[in-house]
Nanobody, 122 residues
Framework: QVQLEESGGGSVQAGGSLRLSCAASEPVNCMAWYRQAPGEQRVGVAAIHSRDGNTYYDDSVKGRFTISHDNAKNTAYLQMDTLKPEDTAMYYC??????????????????WGRGTQVTVSS
């Protein structure tokens, strides 16, 4: 059973930055960040394939968010810049899926973290 530990959420003003981390207890093939705002569905934000380094982004965050992965630490990072109020959500780390990407149905990811709150004020 892979454990995912997220950190790095918080509150910032619009235009600010935050960096999320997700540490996995063992290597996994794909790590992704999904987010869920109150009353809305959980949607993919960014994903990275641990083996080949391919990255995937939702159009809403392209150019502002950067996902990276440290294989030695089994840790994925999400650097979030130029944050907007609409980025406010609970952010969840997901890992291990037969397909890697932000449009992958949530049910296909085997492991999930507990989530970390990101709040962006205007």
């Amino acid at each position: 059973q892979v454990q995912l530990e997220e950190s790095g959420g918080g509150s910032v003003q619009a235009g600010g930055s935050l960096r999320l981390s997700c540490a996995a207890s063992e290597p996994v093939n794909c790590m992704a960040w999904y987010r869920q705002a109150p009353g809305e569905q959980r949607v993919g934000v960014a994903a990275i394939h641990s083996r080949d380094g391919n990255t995937y982004y939702d159009d809403s965050v392209k150019g502002r968010f950067t996902i990276s992965h440290d294989n030695a630490k089994n840790t994925a990072y999400l650097q979030m810049d130029t944050l907007k109020p609409e980025d406010t959500a609970m952010y969840y780390c997901a890992a291990d899926s037969p397909a890697c990407g932000v449009t992958v149905p949530t049910r296909l990811y085997t492991y999930w973290g507990r989530g970390t709150q990101v709040t962006v004020s205007s």
